[in-house]
């Protein structure tokens, strides 16, 4: 058997060249074959022609066809967030200068756990990283010098000053968040959350041992500082939301970062979702107070335009870090760390790790900040536009105007079963993708406008499509 070509090596250019043809030709025949924004049949349509596709899956002989083939069936049964009736989740269409960063990834196939496998990598994240902590603590005073290391030698005393970890996401940054909390005040430190938190930060607190957490009522969607103030009790961690995943709305963060330095309280924003209009100058403003928190989740897979997965967890202290310090003789040696090697096992939880930013670094410099904070406003700007068709629609109803880029909306008097019914009908048909959400008692269609592309005659057609699938 002839050796099987590398991606990497002298002879990777000229190995990948033909199987990037295959793959693009595969993904233009898929969505072709889909024809919308998601296959139509539903779940056992799909499923049977995966099952089709893929057939043996370890076949005693290797089918040439394999790439093609694969490919072209899951771009068919694959929902396309580029198509702008395709708006349910949090789920963007990713950069083209992205993902072509990602194929880089792939196939040099660093991994960031020792300076020895990922040397430019793990510079690369070091400073990327600490630039992003920058944006989040724009007004925190800078004491000290960054270290040449990814995190401080062992026994030093780390700067005063904040960074940021690589994540997958906001599960993983929530987690983090909490670990450092749990290390920084004690194992008696109790999560206090709305109840508009994402589901992750009780998982995690459940995970991580901690006492069972407090959940404080939102009845407007957005946490009240007097309410959260009377549910203080002890050591705590505070998480508040910057763009709940269900409305997208904003918790009160200044007033509530007061009451955090007043009680003593530690700080923790997920703001997997709006941290991206920290790129936007028009809307900044909105996460006012963001610099006070001691921790915070950003996810770019979102108002970022990157290929899953591109999360991070910003710290304002990087001296917190120092409780995810570890030791593994073949991967950081006193020895080697002391010869000037960085130290990257305390940057994760995770040991085997892609260098996720290289994706981002390649975007922030693509497009700088006008024109990331451009996309932002666009998106912003056409939920403004959806909000305002669904308001002057007499047969729709708007839950409120957007804060970020989320539409709640429902057919005017339709019970919440037929609510269900018409999104449900519209997957299974393969013409559009929206999510759902309850609030104040009542189930609502979610618009979740991430696609800067969509223009407003999409708007227009997409609450076409559900008024023509909204039974009489």
């Known amino acids: 058997m002839d050796t099987p070509p590398l991606a990497s090596g002298p002879e990777g250019p000229s190995s990948l060249r033909p199987l990037l043809d295959t793959v693009l030709e595969a993904l233009e025949d898929g969505a072709r074959l889909r024809g919308g924004p998601l296959p139509a049949g539903g779940p056992e349509t799909v499923a049977a022609r995966v099952r089709d596709a893929l057939g043996a899956v370890l076949p005693d002989e290797g089918d040439p066809e394999a790439l093609r083939r694969l490919v072209r069936a899951l771009a068919e049964g694959s929902a396309d967030p580029a198509d702008p009736f395709c708006a349910a989740h949090l789920h963007c269409p990713p950069l083209a200068v992205a993902a072509a960063a990602d194929l880089a990834v792939s196939v040099l196939n660093p991994s960031m756990d020792s300076w020895d496998q990922a040397p430019a990598a793990s510079e690369l994240e070091a400073q990327v990283a600490r630039a992003l902590a920058d944006e989040v603590y724009a007004q925190t005073p800078r004491d000290a010098e960054p270290y040449r290391h990814a995190v401080p030698p062992r026994g030093a005393t780390s700067p005063h000053r904040p960074d940021a970890l690589i994540t997958t996401g906001g599960t993983e940054s929530n987690q983090l968040a909490l670990l450092l909390a749990r290390e920084t005040l004690g194992p008696?430190?109790?999560?206090?959350?709305?109840?508009?938190?994402?589901?992750?930060?009780?998982?995690?607190?459940?995970?991580?041992?901690?006492?069972?957490?407090?959940?404080?009522?939102?009845?407007?969607?957005?946490?009240?500082?007097?309410?959260?103030?009377?549910?203080?009790?002890?050591?705590?961690?505070?998480?508040?939301?910057?763009?709940?995943?269900?409305?997208?709305?904003?918790?009160?963060?200044?007033?509530?970062?007061?009451?955090?330095?007043?009680?003593?309280?530690?700080?923790?924003?997920?703001?997997?979702?709006?941290?991206?209009l920290l790129f936007s100058t028009r809307h900044r403003d909105k996460l006012t107070g963001i610099d006070s928190a001691d921790t915070v989740t950003l996810d770019l897979h979102k108002l970022g335009w990157q290929p899953v997965a591109a999360g991070l967890l910003a710290v304002r202290d990087a001296q917190d870090l120092a409780a995810l310090t570890q030791r593994a003789d073949?991967?950081?040696?006193?020895?080697?760390?002391?010869?000037?090697?960085?130290?990257?096992?305390?940057?994760?939880?995770?040991?085997?790790?892609?260098p996720d930013i290289l994706k981002i670094a390649v975007t922030l410099k693509t497009f700088g900040r006008t024109g990331l904070g451009a996309l932002v406003d666009q998106v912003c700007d056409l939920a403004r536009e959806f909000a305002r068709l669904v308001h002057d629609h007499p047969r729709f109803e708007l839950h409120e105007p957007p804060t970020i880029s989320t539409v709640l909306f429902r057919p005017a008097d339709a019970t919440d079963d037929a609510v269900a019914a018409v999104r449900r009908q519209l997957l299974t048909d393969g013409r559009a993708v929206l999510g759902r959400a309850r609030t104040d008692g009542r189930l609502w269609l979610k618009a979740t406008l991430l696609n800067p592309t969509t223009r407003p005659a999409d708007l227009a057609g997409l609450l076409h499509l559900v008024e023509g699938t909204t039974p009489r």
């Open 188 to 276: 008696g430190v109790r999560l206090v959350c709305g109840e508009n938190a994402h589901h992750s930060l009780p998982r995690a607190a459940w995970l991580l041992g901690m006492p069972d957490p407090v959940i404080v009522p939102t009845p407007n969607g957005t946490l009240d500082p007097a309410a959260l103030d009377k549910a203080l009790h002890g050591p705590s961690v505070i998480a508040v939301t910057a763009g709940t995943t269900d409305a997208g709305l904003i918790d009160p963060l200044p007033g509530i970062a007061a009451l955090c330095a007043q009680r003593g309280a530690r700080l923790h924003i997920d703001a997997a979702y709006g941290g991206g």
């Open 330 to 354: 073949y991967l950081n040696a006193d020895d080697d760390i002391e010869a000037g090697l960085p130290d990257l096992l305390g940057r994760s939880l995770r040991t085997t790790r892609r």
